[in-house]
C-alpha cells in the first residue's frame, strides 16, 4: 500500500510502500513516554521504500531498557516523531509512525508488543 504524510508543520513529507497487515502497537515503555500517551502504532517499510519529498529529520538514538539502540527520526521543527530505526550502515526497516500518515485510518494494528509494559486500564 503506498502512504504519504508528514509532520504537523508541513516541514517534513514523505512517501512510502509498506503492507498494513505489518501494522503493530508497541505497549514499551520508550514509545509510551515518545507518545504522550499509552503506545506508538508503526508500519515497517524498507528503507529503499521510503521517500524523504521535504525536510530533513533530526535524529536521536535511544538506548532501551534491553541495551538496543534505536534511532528515532523527528521534525526539528515541530517535533512530531516521523520513523524510528536501527543505528548502522546497510539495508534498514523504517517503522514509520502511522499517525504522520494521511492514510492512518487504513492503518489499523494487527499485532501488540511488549505486553509486560502494556497499561492495564487498556
Not at 48 to 69: C, H, N, Q, R, W
Not at 71 to 94: N, R, W
Not at 101 to 119: C, E, F, H, K, V
Amino acid at each position: 500500500m503506498k502512504i504519504d504524510g508528514g509532520c504537523v508543520c508541513g516541514y517534513i513529507s514523505y512517501e512510502a510502500e509498506g503492507d498494513p497487515d505489518q501494522v503493530g502497537l508497541c505497549n514499551c515503555t520508550d514509545c509510551q513516554v515518545f507518545s504522550g500517551s499509552a503506545f506508538r502504532v508503526g508500519l515497517p517499510v524498507k528503507d529503499s521504500d521510503f521517500s524523504l519529498l521535504s525536510g530533513e529529520p533530526k535524529v536521536f538514538i535511544k538506548t532501551a531498557e534491553s541495551g538496543a539502540k534505536r534511532v528515532q527520526a523527528f521534525c526539528p521543527e515541530c517535533g512530531t516523531h516521523i520513523y524510528s530505526t536501527v543505528p548502522g550502515d546497510g539495508p534498514k526497516v523504517l517503522r514509520i509512525r502511522t499517525s504522520t500518515a494521511n492514510q492512518r485510518d487504513l492503518l489499523p494494528p494487527r499485532s501488540q508488543g511488549w505486553m509486560r509494559s502494556a497499561q492495564s486500564w487498556l
